[in-house]
C-alpha cells in the first residue's frame, strides 16, 4: 500500500512538475515560430526592395537609351544640307564616301541600321552594319514601317522625333525615325512632296545590354527566354519590343541564411535541455529538493533561452519599435541605439510623431488609416545624435490591445544615391554644373514667359581659347582643374536668378535675364573675360586662358531655343574668327556666311575629288644670268558658278575642314607629273601647311609622289613657313632631316615677317630663303622707309651668303625691284615683272625655251 502510494506520489509530482514545463516549450516554440516568421518577412522584404530597386534602374536605362537615339536622329534629320542631299535627290556620295550620314553612325554610336524612306516608304538609301546596303527596311526590320514613318512626318512641323522597340531575331531593338526637314537653314526652299524619313536602329544585343546594365548597377541584363524566368525580375519594353531580365541580388536570403540556423540552434538546445530536465524530474520526482533544484534548473534554461532570442533579434541591421495606443514608445531593440545613436531610455515613453516625421503628415495619421495594409511601408525622417538627418522606411503592424508595433530599416544611403543620379542626370559631373538636358528646361522655361525686347532674354555662347595647351602640356588632371575654376568664377560673374551650364569639353553657355540694353551685356562680357583671364594656379606655374563669346537674345534674333542656341554658336564662331578674346552680337549676315562657308566646303571637297582645280607655275630666274631655275607651283580653282576663287578663300577653309592633306595631295602629285615634263635642270617648288608636319604621314607622302612621277628628289623643292618650328620644334626638325636625307630641297618661307629667328637658320637644314614680297612693295613708296627696307634686304641676302642658303626674292614688280636685286647679288627672284603664273602648258612650252631676263 505504500509501495503504491509511492508511485502515485511520484506520478503526481512528475505531472505537477511537467505542466508548467511542457507550457513553456509551448511559449518557447511560438517565440522561435514567431522569430522565423519575423526573418522571413524581412528577407522577403529586402528581397522586394532590392527587386524594385533593380527594375527602376532598368527602366532608366532603357529611358535614357530611347532619349539618346531620338536625339541623335533628330540632329541629323533637321538638317538642311540631309534634306538637299537625301529628300529632294539622293546623293549617294554625300550621305556616304563623304561620311556625312553613314559609316561613322556605326563606327561611333554602334547603330547597325539606318535607312532613308521616301514619300512613298521606298527605301532610297540603306547603311547595315556600316556597309551600304540596297536593302529595304521593312525586310531587314522584318516589319512594316508605314506606322512609325507617318509619326515621323507627323512631328515634322514640331521637330520631333519618334521611338519604337521592335524585335529584330528575337533580340530587341530601339528604331528611333524623324522627317527629313530643312530646319532652319533659309537657303533651303521646301517641296510639296511629303517628307522623306530618316531611320536609326539600334539592336540591343546581349553585349550592350549587359554594358547598359553595367553602366547603372544592374547584374546580368538579358533578354528573358520563355519559361526560365521569373516574374519579378522582368521589365517589358513597349510596343514588341520584348522583355529584359536580370539576376538581382538576394540580401534576405543572405539573412535568412545567418538567421534560420541561429534560431534552429536554439530550438535544438532548448529540445535537448527540455528532455534532459523531464528525464531528471522524473528520476528526482520523489524528493523535493531534487524537484526544486530541477526547477531552478528550467527556470535557467528559461533566461538563457530568452537571451539567445534577443541576440537573434539584434543581430538583424532593422530595429524593432512597440508603441501603445497612446503612441507612446513601449520597447525599443538595441540596434536603436546602433542605427540612430540615440538613447532607449531618453525616448521610452515619448510619442512617436516627436522622433518620426513623413512628408505626407503625422506618422500617427498613417498609423490611424483603418484596413491599413501591414506590408506597406512609409518613409520617415528623424535627427541622429549628430543632429543630422537621416531616412528609414517604417514597417507596422497593429496590435490587439491597441498598440503597434514594427521595425525600421535605414535607407538614407539608397535615397541619397536615387537623387544623386537624378542630379547627375541634370548636372555636369565634373563641374556641377547644369548640362544640356538642365539648360534645355530652363530656356524653354523661360521661353515660355515670352520676354520682350525692353527685357530680353540674353544667352551667352562663351568658349575657352588657350584651353588645349593646357590638356597637352600639362595633362587632363590639370585641364579639369582649369575647368572648374572657370566654372567657378562664371557663377560669381551672374546673379542667383541666372544660368551657367557646360555643354561640352570647354565650352559654357550662360542665359542671362534682367538687362535691358547692348551696353549692359558688353558689360558682362568685359566682366566674364576678365575674370576668365585672371592666371590659374596648377602646381607652383599659372595658366592663362581667354575666351570668345557669342551673343543672341530673345526675342530679337530668336522665339525658340534650338535657334537660339544655334545662333548663339553662329556669333561665336564670329567672335573666334575675328581675333579670339572677345564677343559678337548674332546678326543675320552671319548665318548667310556659315552656309556659304559649308557650301564652298562641300564644293571644294567635290573639286578635288573629281578633279576641277589646275595648277599654274610661276617661273624663278637666276638675278646673274637671267636663267630659269625652276617654278612655284600655285593651285587655282575655277569654280563652275562664281568664278575664280581666290587660294586665301578657299585654303583657309581646307585648313579648318581638314581638307588640306587631300589638298596637298593633290598639288604635290600633279606638280610632280608636270615637272616630269620639264629640262632636267629645272626645279618644281610646293608650299605645305604646319598642320602637314603634325599629321598625315608627311614622309611616306614624298616618298610615294617621287616614285610615282620618277623625279629626282632634287628636282622637288618644299616651301615651309615658320609656324611649322612654333608648333613643335623637335618634331619639324626630326622630319626635315628625313626629307633632307630623301634628297629634298626645303625652303623658308615669307622670311622676315614672322620671328625671323636666326636660331632656325642654323639649327634646321633649310637650303634657301625667300624673302617676303612686302619689301619690294614698299620701295615704291615714297616714304623714310625705303632705305630700311634696302638695308634689310641687303641684310638678308648677306645672311643668306653667310649661312650658304640660296636667297629668293619675291614680288619682282618693276625693272628698278630687278637692278636693287642685281646691286645686292641676291640669288634668284620671281614675279610679275619677270613672268606671271602660267598653266601647265604654256610654262611648258616657256621651259622648252628656258629663256632669260634682261637686266
Keep these: 500500500?505504500?509501495?503504491?502510494?509511492?508511485?502515485?506520489?511520484?506520478?503526481?509530482?512528475?505531472?505537477?512538475?511537467?505542466?508548467?514545463?511542457?507550457?513553456?516549450?509551448?511559449?518557447?516554440?511560438?517565440?522561435?515560430?514567431?522569430?522565423?516568421?519575423?526573418?522571413?518577412?524581412?528577407?522577403?522584404?529586402l528581397d522586394r526592395t532590392e527587386q524594385e530597386k533593380n527594375a527602376f534602374y532598368v527602366r532608366k536605362a532603357v529611358q535614357s537609351l530611347e532619349k539618346s537615339l531620338a536625339v541623335t536622329v533628330q540632329d541629323y534629320a533637321?538638317?538642311?544640307?540631309?534634306?538637299?542631299?537625301?529628300?529632294?535627290?539622293?546623293?549617294?556620295?554625300?550621305?556616304?564616301?563623304?561620311?556625312?550620314?553613314g559609316p561613322t553612325l556605326y563606327d561611333d554610336f554602334g547603330f547597325q541600321g539606318l535607312f532613308v524612306v521616301d514619300d512613298q516608304n521606298r527605301t532610297v538609301y540603306s547603311v547595315i552594319d556600316g556597309k551600304q546596303r540596297s536593302e529595304e527596311a521593312s525586310d531587314w526590320l522584318r516589319q512594316p514601317i508605314a506606322g512609325i514613318a507617318d509619326a515621323a512626318r507627323a512631328g515634322a512641323e514640331a521637330q520631333t522625333s519618334v521611338t519604337r522597340y521592335i524585335n529584330i531575331d528575337g533580340a530587341p531593338a530601339v528604331i528611333a525615325a524623324a522627317a527629313i526637314t530643312p530646319g532652319t537653314d533659309p537657303t533651303v526652299t521646301p517641296d510639296n512632296r511629303a517628307h522623306s524619313v530618316l531611320i536609326f536602329v539600334d539592336v540591343l544585343e546581349p553585349k550592350k545590354l549587359a554594358a547598359l546594365g553595367t553602366d547603372f548597377g544592374v547584374a546580368q541584363l538579358r533578354v528573358a527566354s520563355h519559361g526560365q524566368h521569373s516574374a519579378d525580375s522582368l521589365v517589358t519594353l513597349a510596343d514588341d519590343g520584348g522583355t529584359l531580365q536580370w539576376t538581382p541580388a538576394q540580401p534576405g536570403w543572405r539573412l535568412l541564411a545567418g538567421g534560420l540556423p541561429l534560431i534552429g540552434l536554439a530550438a535544438l538546445l532548448v529540445v535537448l535541455m527540455t528532455w534532459v530536465i523531464l528525464r531528471r524530474t522524473t528520476v528526482a520526482?520523489?524528493?523535493?529538493?531534487?524537484?526544486?533544484?530541477?526547477?531552478?534548473?528550467?527556470?535557467?534554461?528559461?533566461?538563457?533561452?530568452?537571451a539567445r532570442f534577443r541576440d537573434v533579434a539584434e543581430a538583424s541591421s532593422d530595429w524593432i519599435w512597440e508603441i501603445?495606443?497612446?503612441?507612446?514608445?513601449?520597447?525599443?531593440?538595441?540596434?536603436?541605439?546602433?542605427?540612430?545613436?540615440?538613447?532607449?531610455?531618453?525616448?521610452?515613453?515619448?510619442?512617436?510623431?516627436?522622433?518620426?516625421?513623413?512628408e505626407l503628415g503625422l506618422l500617427s495619421q498613417w498609423l490611424s488609416i483603418p484596413n491599413r495594409r501591414p506590408e506597406i511601408s512609409v518613409q520617415c525622417r528623424y535627427l541622429d545624435a549628430r543632429g543630422q538627418a537621416r531616412i528609414t522606411r517604417l514597417s507596422a503592424r497593429t496590435l490587439r490591445d491597441g498598440g503597434v508595433r514594427g521595425t525600421a530599416t535605414d535607407v538614407t544611403e539608397e535615397v541619397e544615391a536615387r537623387r544623386r543620379i537624378e542630379f547627375l542626370s541634370q548636372h555636369d559631373a565634373l563641374t556641377g554644373l547644369p548640362n544640356r538636358t538642365r539648360l534645355q528646361a530652363f530656356l524653354d522655361g523661360k521661353l515660355k514667359a515670352q520676354p520682350t525686347v525692353e527685357q530680353p532674354l540674353v544667352m551667352l555662347c562663351l568658349d575657352l581659347d588657350r584651353f588645349k595647351p593646357v590638356n597637352d602640356l600639362l595633362g587632363?588632371?590639370?585641364?579639369?582643374?582649369?575647368?572648374?575654376?572657370?566654372?567657378?568664377?562664371?557663377?560669381?560673374?551672374?546673379?542667383?536668378?541666372?544660368?551657367?551650364?557646360?555643354?561640352?569639353?570647354?565650352?559654357?553657355?550662360?542665359?542671362?535675364?534682367?538687362?535691358?540694353?547692348?551696353?549692359e551685356v558688353e558689360t558682362l562680357c568685359r566682366r566674364l573675360i576678365a575674370s576668365i583671364e585672371m592666371p590659374i594656379a596648377i602646381e607652383d606655374q599659372e595658366v592663362f586662358i581667354s575666351a570668345?563669346?557669342?551673343?543672341?537674345?530673345?526675342?530679337?534674333?530668336?522665339?525658340?531655343?534650338?535657334?537660339?542656341?544655334?545662333?548663339?554658336?553662329?556669333?561665336?564662331?564670329?567672335?573666334?574668327?575675328?581675333?579670339?578674346?572677345?564677343?559678337?552680337?548674332?546678326?543675320?549676315?552671319?548665318?548667310?556666311?556659315?552656309?556659304?562657308?559649308?557650301?564652298?566646303?562641300?564644293?571644294?571637297?567635290?573639286?578635288?575629288?573629281?578633279?576641277?582645280?589646275?595648277?599654274?607655275?610661276?617661273?624663278?630666274?637666276?638675278?646673274?644670268?637671267?636663267?630659269?631655275?625652276?617654278?612655284?607651283?600655285?593651285?587655282?580653282?575655277?569654280?563652275?558658278?562664281?568664278?575664280?576663287?581666290?587660294?586665301?578663300?578657299?585654303?583657309?577653309?581646307?585648313?579648318?575642314?581638314?581638307?588640306?592633306?587631300?589638298?596637298?595631295?593633290?598639288?604635290?602629285?600633279?606638280?610632280?607629273?608636270?615637272?616630269?615634263?620639264?629640262?632636267?635642270?629645272?626645279?618644281?617648288s610646293v608650299n605645305l601647311s604646319p598642320s602637314e608636319f603634325k599629321r598625315g604621314n608627311l614622309i611616306e607622302r614624298i616618298q610615294h609622289v617621287l616614285s610615282a612621277s620618277n623625279i629626282a628628289p632634287a628636282r622637288l623643292e618644299l616651301e615651309i613657313t615658320e609656324g611649322v618650328m612654333l608648333d613643335d620644334a623637335a618634331g619639324a626638325l626630326e622630319i626635315m632631316r628625313t626629307l633632307k636625307r630623301l634628297g629634298v630641297r626645303i625652303a623658308?618661307?615669307?622670311?622676315?615677317?614672322?620671328?625671323?629667328?636666326?636660331?632656325?637658320?642654323?639649327?634646321?637644314?633649310?637650303?634657301?630663303?625667300?624673302?617676303?614680297?612686302?619689301?619690294?612693295?614698299?620701295?615704291?613708296?615714297?616714304?623714310?622707309?625705303?632705305?630700311?627696307?634696302?638695308?634689310?634686304?641687303?641684310?638678308?641676302?648677306?645672311?643668306?651668303?653667310?649661312?650658304?642658303?640660296?636667297?629668293?626674292?619675291?614680288?619682282?614688280?618693276?625693272?628698278?625691284?630687278?637692278?636693287?636685286?642685281?646691286?645686292?647679288?641676291?640669288?634668284?627672284?620671281?614675279?610679275?615683272?619677270?613672268?606671271?603664273?602660267?598653266?601647265?602648258?604654256?610654262?611648258?612650252?616657256?621651259?622648252?625655251?628656258?629663256?632669260?631676263?634682261?637686266?
Excluded at 503504491?4 to 505537477?16: G, K
Excluded at 579639369?480 to 565650352?507: F, I, P, T, W
Excluded at 617661273?619 to 563652275?640: F, K, N, S, T
Excluded at 625667300?770 to 622707309?785: E, G, M
Aim: with cysteine; net charge negative.
Design 748 to 855: 623658308l618661307d615669307d622670311f622676315g615677317t614672322g620671328y625671323s629667328s636666326l636660331s632656325y637658320l642654323r639649327a634646321f637644314p633649310f637650303d634657301g630663303l625667300k624673302i617676303d614680297r612686302s619689301f619690294l612693295s614698299r620701295l615704291d613708296q615714297s616714304d623714310s622707309n625705303n632705305e630700311s627696307d634696302q638695308a634689310i634686304i641687303q641684310a638678308i641676302v648677306g645672311l643668306g651668303r653667310a649661312l650658304s642658303l640660296t636667297v629668293t626674292a619675291e614680288g619682282v614688280e618693276t625693272a628698278d625691284h630687278l637692278k636693287l636685286l642685281q646691286a645686292v647679288a641676291c640669288d634668284e627672284g620671281q614675279g610679275y615683272y619677270l613672268s606671271r603664273p602660267l598653266g601647265s602648258d604654256a610654262f611648258r612650252a616657256l621651259s622648252a625655251i628656258a629663256g632669260g631676263v634682261d637686266a
Design 78 to 101: 533637321f538638317w538642311g544640307d540631309a534634306y538637299r542631299h537625301l529628300h529632294a535627290e539622293v546623293d549617294i556620295d554625300w550621305a556616304y564616301i563623304n561620311q556625312n550620314i
Design 476 to 519: 587632363h588632371a590639370a585641364g579639369d582643374r582649369v575647368l572648374n575654376e572657370v566654372s567657378s568664377r562664371l557663377a560669381d560673374c551672374v546673379r542667383h536668378a541666372d544660368l551657367v551650364a557646360r555643354v561640352g569639353g570647354d565650352e559654357f553657355v550662360l542665359i542671362v535675364t534682367d538687362v535691358s540694353s547692348q551696353e
Design 548 to 684: 570668345s563669346i557669342g551673343i543672341a537674345m530673345a526675342p530679337h534674333d530668336a522665339c525658340e531655343a534650338t535657334a537660339l542656341l544655334r545662333y548663339a554658336d553662329i556669333a561665336l564662331y564670329e567672335a573666334k574668327s575675328g581675333g579670339r578674346n572677345t564677343w559678337r552680337f548674332y546678326a543675320g549676315d552671319m548665318n548667310a556666311r556659315i552656309i556659304e562657308r559649308r557650301r564652298l566646303e562641300s564644293d571644294l571637297r567635290q573639286a578635288i575629288k573629281n578633279g576641277e582645280l589646275e595648277l599654274h607655275f610661276q617661273p624663278r630666274y637666276r638675278i646673274a644670268d637671267g636663267q630659269m631655275v625652276g617654278a612655284e607651283a600655285l593651285v587655282r580653282w575655277q569654280h563652275p558658278q562664281r568664278g575664280q576663287i581666290a587660294p586665301d578663300v578657299f585654303v583657309p577653309i581646307a585648313e579648318e575642314s581638314g581638307l588640306i592633306l587631300a589638298l596637298s595631295n593633290w598639288v604635290l602629285e600633279q606638280a610632280c607629273r608636270n615637272a616630269a615634263n620639264w629640262p632636267v635642270q629645272l626645279f618644281v
Design 285 to 306: 520526482a520523489q524528493a523535493l529538493d531534487a524537484s526544486i533544484a530541477s526547477l531552478k534548473r528550467s527556470q535557467a534554461a528559461l533566461a538563457t533561452s530568452e
Design 324 to 358: 501603445d495606443a497612446a503612441l507612446r514608445f513601449t520597447y525599443l531593440s538595441e540596434r536603436f541605439q546602433g542605427v540612430t545613436g540615440l538613447s532607449s531610455d531618453t525616448w521610452l515613453g515619448a510619442n512617436i510623431d516627436d522622433l518620426l516625421t513623413t
Design 1 to 45: 500500500m505504500s509501495n503504491s502510494s509511492s508511485n502515485a506520489v511520484s506520478l503526481s509530482s512528475v505531472r505537477l512538475a511537467s505542466e508548467p514545463l511542457f507550457k513553456f516549450v509551448a511559449l518557447l516554440a511560438g517565440v522561435f515560430l514567431l522569430a522565423g516568421i519575423s526573418l522571413v518577412y524581412l528577407a522577403q522584404d
